[in-house]
DNA sequence: AAAAAAC
């Protein structure tokens, strides 16, 4: 065994490789080949996973130069990169407004080749078939990789999620693990070992965590870094011993990784990066408790030593406030939308009673093309039982996701959405953000969220990769609570509006005091910097910076025809789901 | 009140 040992430093033949991985993650085999998994990457060929090997592992990373590509996989390449993603072709988006407020704001780029990203970096960005950064990519990159911290403010599917990747796993390379090795193995010869990851990545559900794992492992494909992935509802065991064979970059949902730390597997000591995945969400009051107890209360180094990064959609002007314990002189970033003619999400919002809802959603199932896949929104978990039986009996093939599934039955169901198996999903809020299924045609709200974040988020799922979207809501008089901000937002899309609905808000304007807002919401959840509105700067510390001092691209399409009413006094921004922009080209 | 997120 030693003499293999020995030879496979020089890495795996392909058909070492071929052989000791056997089983490819299609459908929902991720979950029951979690080992496999990640034995499939070529370091681990060949080896059962046990501690000596990850020793071996380990040791086999310590040498030479973390820059340097490691030999190629052909197996592995074929693997992470020959997936549907096809990469992201942004020729025609030139136009796309973006605007970088707060001090000294590092200029953006506008090819990869315009910053030192290195070898590896530029290889898996080809193996990507990335041709020219998106336009969060563009400014985030510089932003990130002159270690600024970031609130980044674009949709998902705009390629936020290389955007950060890129630039850490960059810097990564260049700096190699610095104290993190050292204390990893000082933590004891025998398996067991706490991993000290030097960047952790935060998600707000487990599939997205899940799909932002996938991401790394091709952005981490011939390099030294090992990319894990940790959430509740799966075997905890696998996901240790996944941990020990190396863990330089960690994706998680906060509760399982506050279960890590406190086992003794995972220490924060040397994170020096730390990125938000859909951080108003993680900000909010559900999740608040656990980022804090994760980033405040441990090991993690402090702000402004470490480096922080915030993306979403959405940011309300209050969780921008909050974000600020977690943030060192950050730079906000709001990206846009191509001009304001070319929405390609319809919404439309109809009034349905509660008993009639089912009926009307039979009649829109039936009028939709068998090959296209629905998504239907529902509030409660119930619901999603009661609405997927229904459906099931009617004869529609569906599936449903939501949090009282087994997290296999959740990953199957969204597999079997994926591929078209069952064209309709019934979800709940659980599938609202990050997730990234192509080819959905029809977003149906069957209930109404409570709040228009939720709205943002949820039709957002269609329109992706060029294709139009069409997005239904139910509405009635249960929803009285969003109707401001629905009509808000409709009418910054330039979408029809019903009479009724303006009737509606206009008499609930005069019923609510917080004008149907939660008070945690009330200054809007705008694509704007909180920071350059007299209130919100004086209130937050933030007073006489004058707009814009980043100096660059500010001004670019904003005030005109790309972001509408980006600067009214709601602060609603012009980041909406119909911002969904066609990314890929055609 | 309900969703999500650890066991």
Known sequence: RGLHIKNAVGWNTAKDAYNNFGSNRGKSAFFNDRGNANRGRFEHGGFGGGGGNSRWVEESRDDGDWSKPTPRNERLEHELFSGSNTGINFERYDDIPVEATGHNCPHHIESFQDLDLGEIIMGNIALSRYTRPTPVQKYAIPIIKSKRDLMACAQTGSGKTAAFLLPILSQIYTEGPGEALNAAKENGKYGRRKQFPISLILA?????????????????????????????????????????????????????????????????????????????????????????????QDTMPHKGIRHTMMFSATFPKEIQILARDFLEDYIFLAVGRVGSTS?????????????????????????TGKDSLTLVFVETKKGADALEDFLYREGYACTSIHGDRSQRDREEALS?????????????????????????????????????????????????????????????????????????????????????????????????????????????????????????GNAGGFAGRGRNQGGHGGARGFGGGGFGNFYTSDGYGGNYSHSQVDWWGN
Request: contains cysteine; hydrophobic residues 35%; charged residues 30%.
């Open 204 to 296: 707000p559900t487990r599939e997205l965590a899940l799909q932002i794992y996938d991401e790394a492992r091709k952005f981490s494909y011939r390099s030294k870094v090992r990319p894990c992935v940790v959430y509740g509802g799966a075997d905890i065991g696998q996901q240790i011993r996944d941990l020990e064979r190396g863990c330089h970059l960690l994706v998680a949902t906060p509760g399982r990784l506050v279960d890590m730390m406190e086992r003794g597997k995972i220490g924060l000591d040397y994170c020096n990066y730390l990125v938000l995945d859909e951080a108003d969400r993680m900000l909010d009051m559900g999740f608040e408790p656990q980022i804090r107890r994760i980033v405040e």
């Open 343 to 367: 929405e390609n999400i319809t919404q439309k919002v109809v009034w349905v009673e509660e008993s009639d809802k089912r009926s009307f959603l039979l009649d829109l199932l039936s009028a």
């Open 416 to 536: 079997q959405f994926r591929s078209g198996k069952c064209p309709i999903l019934v979800a709940t809020a659980v599938a609202a953000r990050g997730l990234d299924i192509s080819n959905v045609k029809h977003v149906i709200n069957f209930d109404l969220p409570s709040d228009i974040e939720e709205y943002v988020h949820r039709i957002g799922r269609t329109g992706r990769v060029g294709n139009l979207g069409l997005a239904t809501s139910f509405f009635n008089d249960k929803n009285g609570n969003i109707t401001k901000d629905l009509l808000d937002i409709l009418g910054e899309a330039k979408q029809e509006i019903p009479s009724w609905l303006e009737s509606l808000a206009y008499e609930h304007q005069h019923k609510s005091s917080t004008r149907g807002r939660s008070k945690r919401f009330a200054g809007g959840f705008g694509a704007r910097d909180y920071r350059q509105t007299a209130a919100g």
